[in-house]
């Protein structure tokens, strides 16, 4: 439900909001010299505007952004209205449970946390999660008044075992968790999922950005981490609407996350126009990939997109780099800001543009203010996984807190929010339970990474604490 | 695809057993109410609704299936049931030697008389009153997580969490189908089927995968539109590519999903989205069909439809019965019932000639049928 305010402000600033969106027609003007190198991408207010620019129409009270709030320009099958649409609307969930009795000889309030595999690829990720989640917890209990049950972890690592992430939610559902946290993996999330609305156990993603993970119509599930669409639809504007790109080559792992992930900037590029010269794999670890090299270089891009872990990627900017592909300009996901990419890159990390949640440099008093508590528990500075996962803990124990040990009326409460503060920023949900809040972009400049300043959003939150509103 | 009565004795079963339940079905001389003259299927006067005080032991059921020798089993949150003569639920849960208590599909091997169980972690054969169980590590199960099970030949087919198994009753080898050796876009896979001589594995983001086991083809039906924010135009394939339940009978296939409803009879597809359609919701947990007429169970109620007029059924803010049966070009007929469904959220279905039963988020429906002539079969027909 949004708030009188939230209307007021959105029916009084069409004209600008529109005006800063993605539906001009104008070329921006290029960015002040402060902006670093001058990449600044485009402000847009998604769910903040309450028109949708694809059919003029006017969004009624609970009524969200059509398609994520992706540009107008990259809409598919733009001009044609659809025979139906769906999530303009959020699916409601009609079966019962929110006036069950509580379960009997309560200890705890469980919540089940799925991290990845520790040795796998997202290993370290999953454990810098981890460490936010735990002090979410921590925080929690500590601020327990007396009388009130503790938050307790019910902690699971995903295993080699073919679909174990189903195995384990299940295992949550034995545990009679109320809700649970997780995970990276895209495979593993979406079986998970599947396996949540068997459960009717609730689910917060905090890190995994495949893109199809919330259009499955699961009513079941919330997404605090900005996923792979919302950097696709800004990476293509700002590759081919601002850099003047039109010869753009994709480089990106064989693998789904690496599948799904650039789905969304190839169909967006090739609605504006510029379809990609090539559109080449690589397998996680490859060292030698010197025909996709070659093929790249025959393709005479002028810009080049990366997709894999950060240290394979950094390998491919070197070896393109030095294999002579000089003038294209070279693009990539919010993964390779981690310090593999530019051990592995070295030199030619200069000049690279990322898309990236925000500044984590900014002075902003609540993010500065979870350092300080997360490097006094855990003597490192919290990186984006940690924030975004003590983010979804907060965000799940505050539900628990509002609705009791009921997981059908926790659901209620995380399915009707559209706007959470946290300190990773303001959130702003659509009609899949998605945060499409406005993410800026990074570019390595003398050897470090220089964040765009985050689009500004025409409606301040009202402060820096949850402004939950339950349907 | 749903099992027929196979034996003599099996038959004389169930003829007991549906005298026993009695449905008010008419010979060929009578003539059904006049209300529902031009309905081509059956249509339930009133619902009978089973709870924990009659022993089953959760809300939830999930599943349904009335066996070809007349028993009643049904798969619940917390157990195997079966109906006993009295009306009451006997459970069988994991001290019974099922592998889990979440009891989520049932088939039955109408050649041994087997009852086939899919359950939240691992597959079981109920034979002879043992349970036997197989589980990701102690067979080829492809994931403990199996949310569909059919008996095709001599092979029990399971979808799981993490793909499609297959396992040959006579040797006990297990065939596993996943996007590593199939046409399946995704191994996420949500229920298995079979008409004749096809295997349909209905997929989460892959649609439906038909297989033919005598050539090991595989093809697959997917959505047109290739994305997830619309429907681009009406009947052109599949509504969506996460299949909720794939269902076969007489030649016709049946999609439900989370986003509507779609039919496949061979030549071309029919879709149905809510709003622009009487089916009551968009999200559809599953499909029973019978003589081409589609029993659909949603979040919101019952839908039966062959395609032209739909009958729905909803509970009330009072807990009472609504049928609503759409005619085309007509207004719709809106009947206020004194009994409804034990819940809208409607899990799943058994339907046959006699009665329907449904599995629902709260409870047990029984739905006992106005007198309807009953489809004419080979047998009643022969003099």
């Known amino acids: 439900m949004k708030t009188p305010l939230f209307w007021s402000l959105a029916v009084a600033l069409p004209v600008s909001v529109a005006a800063a969106g993605y539906g001009y027609v104008e070329k921006p003007e290029p960015p002040a010299a402060e902006k670093d190198d001058g990449c600044a991408s485009v402000p847009v207010d998604p769910a903040l505007v309450n028109t949708n620019q694809t059919t003029g129409a006017t969004y009624a009270e609970d009524e969200y952004p059509y398609y994520a709030n992706t540009p107008d320009d990259m809409i598919p099958f733009r001009g044609v209205e659809p025979y139906y649409r769906y999530w303009t609307k959020r699916l409601p969930f009609r079966g019962p449970g929110r006036d069950y009795p509580d379960p009997p000889n309560l200890k705890s309030l469980k919540v089940g946390l799925l991290s990845p595999a520790p040795y796998g690829p997202e290993g370290a990720r999953g454990a810098r999660t981890k460490k936010g989640v735990v002090l979410a917890f921590e925080e929690a209990n500590a601020a327990r008044r007396p009388g009130q049950l503790p938050f307790e972890i019910i902690a699971r690592d995903d295993a080699p075992l073919w679909g174990s992430a189903a195995n384990i939610a299940v295992d949550f559902a034995d545990n009679e968790v109320l809700g649970f946290l997780g995970t990276i993996d895209g495979d593993a999330t979406h079986v998970a999922l599947r396996a949540t609305l068997k459960l009717e156990t609730y689910m917060i993603n905090t890190s995994d950005p495949d893109p199809t993970l919330t259009e499955t119509q699961i009513p079941w599930l919330t997404r605090v981490f900005p996923d792979d669409r919302q950097q696709c639809f800004r990476l293509a504007n700002l590759i081919v609407k601002q850099r003047d790109c039109k010869r753009i080559a994709i480089l990106r792992e064989s693998s789904r996350p690496g599948r799904v992930g650039v789905m969304h900037f190839i169909n967006y590029i090739r609605r504006l126009g510029f379809p990609p010269v090539q559109h080449l794999f690589f397998k996680p670890g490859d060292k030698d990939i010197t025909m996709q090299i070659d093929a790249i270089k025959a393709a005479e891009p002028d810009a080049v997109l990366f997709y894999g872990q950060p240290d394979d990627c950094g390998r491919f900017v070197k070896q393109l780099r030095e294999a002579g592909l000089k003038r294209a300009q070279f693009f990539g996901f919010d993964r390779l800001q981690e310090a593999s990419f530019k051990e592995n890159a070295g030199a030619y990390a200069e000049g690279m543009t990322i898309c990236y949640f925000f500044n984590p440099g900014r002075p902003n008093q609540v993010w500065q203010d979870f350092i300080a508590r997360f490097q006094n528990r855990w003597g490192e500075k919290p990186d984006i996984y940690a924030a975004y996962g003590y983010d979804g803990a907060k965000l799940m124990l505050e539900a628990i807190d509002h609705a009791g040990p009921n997981r059908f009326r926790v659901r209620d409460y995380l399915a009707g929010l559209n706007e959470y503060d946290g300190v990773t920023g303001h959130m702003i949900f659509d009609g899949r339970w998605d945060n499409i809040v406005p993410i800026t972009t990074a570019h390595f400049k003398d050897g470090a990474w220089h964040y765009d300043p985050l689009p500004e959003l025409r409606r301040k939150p009202v402060s820096q604490t949850a402004q939950a509103t339950p349907k | 695809m749903k099992t027929s009565i196979q034996s003599p004795t099996v038959l004389l079963g169930g003829m007991l057993l549906a005298g026993a339940f009695a449905a008010p079905c008419l010979g060929a001389a009578e003539a059904p109410p006049a209300t529902f003259r031009d309905v081509p299927f059956p249509v339930i006067e009133r619902f009978e609704n089973f709870g924990q005080e009659h022993g089953i032991p959760h809300y939830k059921v999930h599943a349904v299936l009335k066996t070809s020798d007349g028993q009643l089993w049904i798969g619940t949150y917390n157990g195997l049931c079966q109906r006993q003569p009295d009306g009451t639920f006997k459970r069988y849960g994991p001290e019974d030697g099922l592998s889990h208590k979440m009891a989520m599909c049932l088939a039955e091997d109408t050649a041994t008389g087997d009852l086939w169980v899919g359950t939240m972690r691992g597959l079981n054969r109920v034979s002879g009153g043992k349970i036997t169980s197989y589980t990701q590590t102690s067979s080829g199960l492809p994931n ?240």
Not at chain 2, 192 to 205: A, L, P, Q, Y
């Open chain 2, 144 to 383: 403990n997580v199996v949310y569909g099970v059919d008996v095709v030949g001599e092979n029990v087919w399971a979808a799981t969490a993490a793909g499609t198994g297959a396992m040959n009753l006579k040797t006990g080898e297990w065939q596993i189908y996943d996007h590593n050796n199939s046409i399946m876009h995704e191994p996420w896979c949500y229920s298995v089927t079979h008409s004749k001589d096809k295997i349909f594995i209905g997929v989460w983001g892959g649609g439906i995968v038909e297989h033919d086991p005598k050539r090991g083809s595989f093809k697959e039906y997917r959505d047109p539109d290739g994305d997830f924010h619309y429907d681009l135009v009406p009947d052109d394939g599949p509504i969506n590519d996460i299949t909720s339940w794939v269902n076969w009978e007489d030649g016709v296939l049946w999609q439900s999903t989370y986003f509507g409803m779609s039919r496949y009879d061979g030549t071309g597809w029919k879709t149905w989205v809510e709003e622009k359609s009487p089916l009551l919701s968009n999200f559809v947990n599953f499909v029973w069909p019978l003589h081409r007429v589609g029993w659909i169970g949603s979040d919101k109620g019952l839908s039966v439809t062959d395609g032209t007029i739909w009958v729905n059924y909803e509970v009330g803010e009072h807990d009472e019965g609504i049928r609503t049966i759409h005619r085309p070009g007509q207004p719709p007929e809106v009947t206020q019932m004194s009994t409804a469904l034990a819940n809208g959220f409607v899990l799943g279905i058994y339907v046959d000639d006699d009665e329907a039963w449904f599995g629902t988020s709260h409870g047990l429906s029984r739905g006992i049928f106005a007198p309807y002539k009953k489809p004419a079969t080979v047998a009643a027909t022969q003099p």
